[in-house]
Each structure stands twice: as structure tokens, then as C-alpha cells.
């Protein structure tokens, strides 16, 4: 599985960016996406999840401001991050799970992080 993330960039505080992440390659199928990020000097903290039945599930720093959601068609998720704050500025990586065939356990892949910067 390939994941190509896009839609970061530079922003001021208060703006919107929405990143998507578009899941190609060979695979059976598709279970929970997810949205990460890691600041500088900081542990990489996960933001959002949606679950293989469109559960959504924020982290509380995001909650009210971020919202992911998925289209299985597209095999793509995506996060509408609004109301930015400095703190949001990090670089964002997309988070897969999924099933190379039916008998195979889950597997999880990473794509290749974009950044996202809110000035103040």
C-alpha cells in the first residue's frame, strides 16, 4: 500500500488547510485511517482516527476544530483542520491499516508526512 499525503502549507492563526491521503496498491481491504503529527522535539501524537464503520475520534487539543472523514471509493481520508492554532504546526502523516488478502492479519503503512505551519 502507497499513501500520498497532500495539502499542507502555511497558514495564519484562525485559517483552514485540508489534507487528504490517497491509498493506492494492491490490497484486500481497508480498515481504520488515521491522522498523526509530530512537532519538533516533540513524540509523534495522534489526532484523529476514523474507524472501517466512519466512527470519528479526535485527540481533546482538536476536538470541535478537526474533522476527518473517508471516502472508500477514493480508498482516500482526509482532515478539515480549522480555527489553527500555532501549537497545530507539525508535520501530519497519514496512518492505514489494512488487509493484503482476506487470510492476512492487518498491517499498518505510513505515508510521507506534509507540513502544516500556522503563523500568528
Known amino acids: 500500500v502507497q499513501l500520498q499525503a497532500s495539502g499542507g502549507g502555511l497558514v495564519q492563526a484562525g485559517g483552514s488547510l485540508r489534507l487528504s491521503c490517497a491509498a493506492s496498491?494492491?490490497?484486500?481491504?481497508?480498515?481504520?485511517m488515521a491522522w498523526y503529527r509530530q512537532a519538533p522535539g516533540k513524540q509523534r501524537e495522534l489526532v484523529a482516527v476514523?474507524?472501517?464503520?466512519?466512527?470519528?475520534h479526535y485527540v481533546d487539543s482538536v476536538k470541535g476544530r478537526f474533522t476527518i472523514s473517508r471516502d472508500k471509493a477514493k480508498n482516500t481520508v482526509y482532515l478539515q483542520m480549522d480555527s489553527l492554532k500555532p501549537e497545530d504546526t507539525a508535520v501530519y502523516l497519514c496512518?492505514?491499516?489494512?488487509?493484503?488478502?482476506?487470510?492476512?492479519?492487518?498491517?499498518?503503512?505510513w505515508g510521507q508526512g506534509t507540513l502544516v505551519t500556522v503563523s500568528r
Open positions: 496498491g494492491r490490497f484486500f481491504n481497508i480498515n481504520r
Open positions: 496512518n492505514v491499516d489494512s488487509k493484503s488478502t482476506w487470510a492476512q492479519p492487518i498491517t499498518t503503512h
Open positions: 476514523i474507524t472501517s464503520d466512519d466512527s470519528p
